[in-house]
């Protein structure tokens, strides 16, 4: 069973641009979330979507974004890149529900200069 | 709100030595606790979860049990390895509104030979 695919591993942006990332859910896993990794926060939680609902978010300003398509495959964005944007992004997929265990995916990281 | 705390570390042990790492939440009504690990170089993942008071759950040779009374999970293992070297994370999971997993700071471990 393949697991959860994040795109692009990693990339390098400047300030004011924006990036999209991806992620692909494992096969059947219809809730996906999204965190901020960096060494001084740790895992921050950003939304959580399921069947292309956002059902929680995190607390960060409205340049962060996300939406889920029909085949659970999801996309995160960032627009106006600041440099405290740096940092590991990481998808989780999960069946959802209260005791679901996710799955997480190896991180895009994100470096704006 | 939710919150995990968990000890500061890193924690440093020699093989075969008794781990503790520390863990409590803050959560009305009744989360599911987890424990993820994340190895040097790999993605986090799932060590063990519980998902009622006083569950125990078990792993590789690691243990924790869900204490209502003192909000606590902490993560026990009663002979570490040089192989057991990674960060910890503790987690909570509960619908408040949409479903979320927050996760404590995480507890960085080495193990010595």
């Known amino acids: 069973k393949a697991g959860v695919t994040q795109t692009p591993r990693y990339l390098i942006k400047t300030r004011g641009q924006q990036v999209t990332l991806s992620c692909s859910p494992i096969?059947?896993?219809?809730?996906v979330s999204w965190y901020q990794q960096t060494p001084g926060q740790g895992l921050q939680f950003l939304f959580e979507y399921f069947s292309e609902t956002q059902r929680n978010k995190g607390n960060f300003p409205g340049r962060f974004s996300g939406r889920q398509f029909s085949n659970s495959r999801s996309e995160m964005n960032v627009s106006t890149l600041e440099l405290g944007d740096s940092a590991l992004y990481l998808c989780?997929?999960?069946?959802?529900?209260?005791?679901?265990?996710?799955?997480f995916g190896e991180g895009s990281r994100l470096t704006v200069l | 709100g939710n919150s995990v705390t968990q000890m500061e570390g890193p924690v440093t042990l020699s093989e075969e030595a008794f781990l503790t790492i520390n863990c409590t939440y803050t959560a009305t009504g009744y989360p599911s606790l987890f424990w993820y690990v994340q190895y040097p170089g790999e993605g986090l993942q799932l060590l063990l979860k519980a998902t009622k008071a006083d569950d125990k759950g078990s792993n590789k040779g690691f243990e924790a049990t869900y204490r209502k009374e003192t909000t606590s999970f902490h993560l026990e293992k009663g002979s570490v390895q040089v192989s057991d070297s990674a960060v910890y994370f503790c987690a909570l999971r509960q619908n408040t509104g949409g479903f979320k997993t927050i996760f404590g700071a995480g507890t960085r471990l080495f193990v010595k030979a």
């Open positions: 989780a997929s999960s069946l959802g529900g209260d005791t679901g265990e996710l799955f």
């Open positions: 096969s059947g896993h219809r809730s």
